[in-house]
């Protein structure tokens, strides 16, 4: 027969179940909780995304509330120097292009005083330990809105791409960057930037590899800021509506270990999952079969998942962003790209 529930405390109110193991024991107190936690996540694993443009103001990115397209240089200036102040020390560049600089080939890509290159060349001025990161595919420039040159016929032309990614990558390493991320998922891109960054005396410029990038629906609100989706097809020429014959399927869990091994092989000193969280299965594959470090990214439209549903008051925002990033990290990222780097680390600083 159960006791009283205002028996005195320790008296059991029922006789005790015969458990060896109680797990609950571990969890009984914040100290103790503390004590044997798995997983840690500071401001050093972070990496900011950053929207440039050629332009003044700031300019608001309506399916990403509280990011901007930043204006070159003072909006570019003043983020990066938020981040820093909370302890985010790197950042990787997309550009917004204007539609009449955009061309089927992209040469604005690997132009010397295009926005990137400098935008790099102010970074790094300013702030010398900076880690600048850039992103490598021609969809920013491309007036098709591929990330590979498209051929008449609508086929996206692997190798052709290639030469021209290098040209940009160079060009970007030449301006300074620290790491160069070629994101197009062209075959032996890896190995083709690395041999053309060495060739040029850039030995110690690295490279984070898109490895697995899926084909994603969660690309949409980045598409947005940068007016970069897919163009419609004309009479006399075809351009696929999707990035599917270069981007991975999102039903395939083996073919990420495909491109990891390539990747590797061709001098990749990052491996990079994108997205994130529907990925962890992914991210935890790379993890337990390469000794390379991993970055996740938390793509655009898991930030607006986010953000729509705090602004309904549906989640705790910090809460939910805090517990996302965490569990990028315990799949086994080390580096996490987030459009939320700055106010992750003020509230792992305490803030509001
Ligand atoms: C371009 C690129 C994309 C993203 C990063 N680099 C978009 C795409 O592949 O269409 C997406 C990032 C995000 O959604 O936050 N190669």
New binding site residues.
């Given amino acids: 027969t159960p006791k009283k529930a205002n028996a005195p405390p320790g008296t059991p109110l029922v006789p005790p179940q015969d458990l060896p193991s109680r797990p609950r024991r571990n969890r009984r107190s914040p100290s103790i909780r503390e004590a044997i936690s798995e997983t840690t996540i500071s401001p050093a694993n972070l990496i900011l995304?950053v929207f440039i443009h050629d332009g003044e103001q700031n300019i608001p990115i309506g399916s990403m509330p509280g990011v901007d397209r930043l204006g070159w240089r003072h909006g570019l200036l003043d983020s990066v120097a938020e981040a820093r102040s909370y302890g985010v020390n790197s950042v990787v560049l997309?550009p917004k292009t204007p539609e009449e600089l955009k061309t089927p080939t992209a040469e604005e890509a690997f132009n010397a005083d295009g926005l990137v290159q400098r935008s790099i060349r102010l970074l790094k001025d300013r702030y010398p330990d900076l880690e600048v990161y850039t992103?490598v595919?021609l969809?920013?420039y491309n007036s098709d809105g591929h990330?590979g040159i498209v051929r008449d016929d609508g086929v996206v032309m692997n190798d052709e791409t290639v030469e021209f990614l290098c040209r940009q990558a160079v060009s970007q390493a030449r301006a300074g960057a620290d790491c160069v991320s070629p994101?197009?998922m062209m075959d032996g891109r890896v190995g083709a930037i690395r041999r053309a960054l060495d060739r040029e005396g850039f030995t110690n410029v690295s490279i984070m590899a898109?490895t697995a990038?899926y084909a994603s629906a969660?690309?949409g609100?980045?598409?947005d800021a940068l007016a970069?989706a897919p163009k419609a097809g004309q009479e006399n020429r075809i351009i696929p509506k999707d990035?599917k014959t270069y981007?991975q399927d999102p039903a395939n869990y083996r073919e990420a270990l495909r491109e990891a091994r390539l990747d590797e092989a061709e001098g990749a000193d990052i491996m990079m999952v994108?997205?994130g969280l529907p990925y962890l299965d992914i991210i935890r594959l790379l993890r337990d079969n390469s000794t390379l470090p991993i970055a996740a990214?938390h793509?655009?439209?898991e930030?607006a998942m986010l953000k729509a549903a705090a602004e309904r008051g549906w989640l705790n925002e910090r809460d939910a962003v805090l517990e996302a990033l965490l569990s990028l990290r315990r799949a086994g990222s080390d580096l996490i790209l987030t459009?939320y780097a700055t106010q992750a680390a003020k509230w792992m600083a305490g803030e509001h």
Avoid: E, H, N, T
Wanted: proline share 15%; glycine share 4%.
């Fill in positions: 995304p997309f992103d595919a969809d920013p990330d994101s197009d898109y990038k969660y690309y609100p980045f598409r970069s990035k981007q994108k997205p990214y793509v655009s439209g930030y459009y």
